[in-house]
């Protein structure tokens, strides 16, 4: 049974496949204090969270089993994500279920900052009837400029271009063809602050937007420019804001969110010219009810072990290719231990190429997969969210690439190796019917199923060696299932690949490298 734990507000119409499910156990507690937080968290397997909950390296910690964090919305910037990803836990948020309503938030803010609405309204219901003080501008043939063109920003330029308005937008991932399509003009960050009667940011909150506009930006601006933030609290320097008001640069400004939520007194309230809501872009009926259905639907996925999409700290694998890559999972998860297993020395680098069919395809996740069946020898609880982060946070080396020449199989994969003490390879592919082999050890071709116990034997090729490593196993009680030889020349370096049907103790292994004819023998187990 999956405990999954709720920790902001959510609707109940969202969870629905949450409360129904017959291996889910839902616990849903707002306002827990830190805590009633660390201890909830110890024993769930899945967290669901909106802005509130602060989702920190430190929580993160106290959570022994926790396999994703589930974002009803779209910023995670109150999740740690390093942290869950060092800890190899799964972010997923639900990114189109509260564009709409975003979009139309920021509309209707627009609309109110150009027309005093807020202020006419406090001003109507205080018994006074001032028409002269709340005159507006027309939003007609003005200029909107929107920092960041992504699904809000492009949802709030098709209502501004509806409402007559020149639309500008700059974003780095921007294409003159999307801008086109959209209605906008594509322009640089600079350009659009300079020529915009209202500016609009709609990025995330990250280290490049933090104070994205600050005093610097504001001095470049047009005079009498209108300011909105329905993004994230921190894009905009409050403390620039409130002075470019105060200093006329800034006829207004209309904000939806902020550095510190709750705000409480925040000085820019004090001036006529903010009007204000408390983060209520996504605060609809339906974008609360799509945020929930879509964010359930993906912990239910992710717990299960089936296929999802939409993750923060993994790249978005498509449903097609992920059960394309199905097959090939084991195969990848055994060849990257098999190659570990193997190898000696301190790991340096990982080099894992991909031919035949498989060059075809994204491999991306397969080779998280490989690096986690590497790294799982040396650290526990590494899976395939955590796996690169490991090896870079350890200086390892990965490498990822692709060729044609498949030597006759559909497909291989070559997991190389390489240590302070030297290099190995091991290849491997999927035979159709008959499961996954490891076709080739170094240059040795051979044909291993890549399970259970195995002993990988390097040796001299000389008569009487085989029947001996066979009596001593024998002696020491071990059957052997299957055996491969592979050598290069006659008399040369080979290799013993067995199969064999329990463990093997140190003293067997010591019993076995005291043979002349070998020189290392290493215990897999797969
Ligand atoms: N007020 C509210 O209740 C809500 C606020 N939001 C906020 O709105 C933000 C945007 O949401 P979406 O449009 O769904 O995200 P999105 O990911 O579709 O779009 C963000 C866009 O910002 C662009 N961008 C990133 N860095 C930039 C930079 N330095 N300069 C210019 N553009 C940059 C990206 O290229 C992307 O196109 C979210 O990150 C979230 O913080 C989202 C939903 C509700
Ligand atoms: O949960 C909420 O209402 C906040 C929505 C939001 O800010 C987001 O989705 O990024």
New binding site residues.
């Given amino acids: 049974m999956f405990r999954v734990l709720i920790t902001?507000p959510l609707s109940k119409l969202g969870i629905e496949q949450l409360l129904d499910a017959t291996d889910v156990k839902v616990v849903q507690k707002t306002d827990l204090s830190k805590e009633e937080l660390l201890t909830e968290i110890a024993d769930a397997d899945a967290l669901i969270v909106?802005?509130q909950t602060q989702v920190t390296a430190e929580l993160i910690q106290h959570a022994k089993k926790l396999k994703v964090i589930g974002r009803?919305?779209?910023?995670v910037d109150n999740i740690d994500i390093p942290a869950a990803t060092a800890q190899g836990i799964i972010v997923v948020n639900a990114p189109d279920g509260?564009t709409i309503s975003t979009a139309e938030h920021t509309f209707a803010m627009l609309i109110s900052l150009a027309r005093n609405i807020p202020q006419g309204y406090r001003s109507i219901v205080r018994g006074e009837w001032n028409r002269k003080a709340y005159v507006g501008v027309e939003l007609n043939n003005k200029t909107l400029g929107i920092l960041g063109l992504g699904r809000i920003g492009t949802e709030l330029a098709k209502r501004a271009r509806a409402f007559h308005m020149n639309v500008m937008a700059f974003d780095p991932y921007l294409t003159e063809d999307r801008a086109k399509k959209i209605g906008v003009q594509k322009a640089s960050l600079d350009h659009v602050i300079a020529a915009s009667d209202f500016i609009t940011v709609h990025t995330p909150l990250t280290k490049e937007t933090r104070h994205l506009i600050d005093a610097k930006a504001f001095s470049q601006m047009k005079n009498g420019v209108r300011i909105l933030n329905c993004a994230r609290g921190g894009i905009i320097d409050e403390n620039a804001l409130f002075d470019a008001i105060q200093s006329g640069k800034v006829a207004g400004a209309a904000l939806d969110?902020f550095e510190t939520e709750p705000p409480g007194e925040h000085p820019l309230f004090t001036l006529p010219q903010v009007i204000a809501t408390p983060?209520l872009?996504?605060?609809t009926r339906e974008a609360q009810e799509n945020?929930a259905i879509d964010v359930s639907q993906e912990i239910l996925h992710i717990l299960r072990d089936e296929p999802f999409k939409n993750a923060v700290n993994l790249p978005s694998i498509p449903a097609e290719l992920q059960e394309k890559l199905r097959p090939y999972q084991i195969l990848a998860e055994r060849l990257g231990s098999f190659s570990i297993q193997s190898a000696e020395g301190a790991l340096e680098e990982i080099t894992i190429t991909f031919s035949g069919e498989l060059a075809e395809m994204d491999t991306a996740p397969l080779s998280r997969i490989i690096l986690k069946g590497t790294l799982s020898h040396y650290l526990s609880d590494v899976n395939y969210v955590s796996a690169p982060y490991l090896a870079k946070e350890r200086g390892i080396k990965v490498t990822e690439q692709k060729t044609s020449q498949s030597h006759g199989f559909t497909h291989l994969i070559h997991v190389g190796i390489r240590t302070d003490q030297g290099e190995f390879i091991v290849s491997g592919t999927l035979l159709n019917g008959l499961g996954t082999r490891i076709v080739k050890i170094d240059q040795y071709p051979v044909d291993v199923q890549p399970e259970g116990h195995l002993l990988l034997i390097h040796h001299y090729d000389r008569p009487g060696a085989i029947g001996r490593v066979g009596t001593i196993l024998g002696d020491h009680g071990v059957n052997i299932a299957t055996m491969q030889v592979g050598r290069k020349n006659i008399g040369g370096r080979a290799i013993m690949m067995l199969h064999v049907d329990k463990q093997v103790s140190e003293t067997l292994l010591e019993s076995l490298e005291a043979l002349d004819e070998i020189h290392r023998v290493t215990a897999i187990d797969l």
């Fill in positions: 902001d909106r802005s009803a919305g779209v910023g509260n969110v983060h872009g996504a605060s945020v």
